[in-house]
């Protein structure tokens, strides 16, 4: 990382001087700015200046991640947990290390961590190996109205084969979800209540606790998609008290192809492998055969060694900068985003308007500009935004629009980037005729 000290370290040198509040914003938002020099995409992109405001899709990812990827395929490539030679130990223990950092990052048990793809397949793991065998045709399962489709079409798909019920959690108009909604389902057989922490086109962040509370109180297990809250704010699954809780390393600063499930131990050790093959087992006999422990019973065939060791970098650097300091800075990004946004005529933005209660993302909609050719229109100023419903159709049908055009930040953005945005959305009214 770049030669400056902590974020939490500036700050505290600051105040014990007695330097005013603004000078400790100020040395801090400096200090966001020269991160950026640990991204080689904003020096190496062709055809000129890059504000990157798409890391809710996915994010850049720093030289220590790029060099640890590197390192593995350059220096002790080889398949883990099946070579007594020196290389391949060497890959086993950084893949085995990179599960007990991931842990840490959560505050869970090395054993409690199983390496996915992404928050999809975690989802489906679930679906598939829990609620398949466990959720029969008289029970139900409690979604809510502003998930990601990764988590609606797996329990679509299931329902499909265990003939169970799909309920939903509605939001209100102001983005947040009807948290007075939940009374009507007690009393009902929910098995399983699955819920984003953030949502990726509202911003909302949810009230994890109470929902994980709710679902333990009328007996179902507490499922949470955090892939939009785990790049950016402190997760404890002990606090949080959930069952499961999935995220991808490729929206933290990590590689694509990477995810993480956490579950409890006692779940995963009850439940069915997701695959069969190589690794996820013990003994295999022409007639039968016995699993694996957990966690490498859900990780059939070679895994995604390089992934799991960049992730594990991703996690060393986010951990470094403070994964309280990378929220305080989205939250003021987030605040200024929505002042400058809220002053363009004909734009409407979706969700919370208090910055406090949002992920680093605005989603909104400007005069009757189709967002396809609003991005297109952004992207000659180098800017990049997310156009379309960002799969979570569900949102906008109930939102009343085709798509939606979304910002969103990281530790890596700055808030002349959102003034600039601010700036190209105004030319675009006149570019578009909407003003004169």
């Known amino acids: 990382m770049c030669d400056v000290p902590c974020y939490s370290d500036i700050a505290t040198y600051l105040y014990g001087r007695d330097i005013y509040i603004s000078d400790v914003v100020n040395s801090l938002q400096r200090y966001f700015e020269q991160l950026r020099l640990d991204f080689p995409i904003f020096s ?42 020196g290389i391949s130990v060497k890959a086993t223990e950084e893949y085995e290390n990179a599960r007990k950092r991931v842990a840490s990052f959560i505050n869970a048990r090395p ?6 793809r992404g928050a999809t397949e975690g989802l489906n793991l679930i679906a598939y190996s829990w609620a398949l065998r466990n959720i029969s045709a008289d029970e139900e399962v409690l979604l809510t109205e502003m998930e990601h489709h990764s988590n609606i079409v797996p329990w679509q798909l299931v329902a499909r084969l265990a003939g169970f019920k799909i309920s939903y959690i509605p939001f209100t108009s102001e983005g947040y979800l009807d948290m007075a909604e939940l009374d009507r389902f007690r009393g009902r057989p929910i098995k399983l209540l699955s819920f984003t922490y953030a949502s990726n086109v509202l911003g909302t962040i949810n009230d994890v606790k109470a929902l994980t509370r709710f679902a333990h109180e009328i007996g179902a297990l507490a499922v949470v ?8 704010m402190r ?15 490729h929206k933290m600063l990590g590689p694509t192809g ?25 003994e295999v006999r022409l007639e039968a055969a016995e699993w ?15 992934g799991s060791i960049g992730l594990a970098a991703a996690v060393d650097y986010l951990e470094k900068v403070g994964m309280d300091n990378v929220r305080r800075h989205e939250e ?5 985003a929505i002042e400058l946004l809220s002053e363009i ?11 406090r209660d949002r992920c680093g993302l605005v989603s909104f909609y400007l005069a009757d500009i189709h967002p396809h050719d609003l991005a297109s229109f952004l992207d000659r100023d180098g800017i990049c935004v997310r156009a379309g419903h960002h799969c979570a159709m569900p949102i906008h049908t109930r939102l009343g629009i085709p798509a939606s055009t979304r910002a969103s930040f990281y530790l890596y953005n700055t808030p002349s980037e959102i003034e600039v945005l601010a700036a190209s959305l105004r030319r675009a009214l006149k570019t578009f005729k909407v003003i004169p």
């Not at 990477?258 to 013990?282: Q, W």
Request: net charge negative.
């Open 111 to 116: 054993d409690e961590i199983v390496f996915v």
């Open 345 to 355: 005529p004909f734009l409407t933005i979706y969700g919370p308007r208090d910055y």
């Open 235 to 249: 997760i404890d699954v002990k606090e949080l008290d959930c069952d499961f809780l999935v995220f991808s390393g």
């Open 225 to 232: 998609d955090a892939a939009q809250a785990a790049p950016h």
């Open 44 to 85: 190496d992109v062709e055809g000129g200046r890059l504000i990157y405001l798409d890391s809710a899709a996915t994010s850049q990812k720093p030289r220590q991640v790029l060099e640890a990827v590197n390192s593995f395929y350059r220096r002790y490539n080889a398949n883990v947990h099946r070579g007594v030679y």
């Open 292 to 306: 694996n422990d957990v966690p490498w019973k859900f990780e059939a065939g070679t895994p995604n060694i390089a």
């Open 258 to 282: 990477i995810g993480v499930l956490y579950g409890r131990r006692s779940l995963l050790e009850a439940m069915e492998p997701f695959m069969g093959g190589g690794e996820m087992i013990k």
């Open 332 to 336: 003021e990004l987030t605040k200024l």
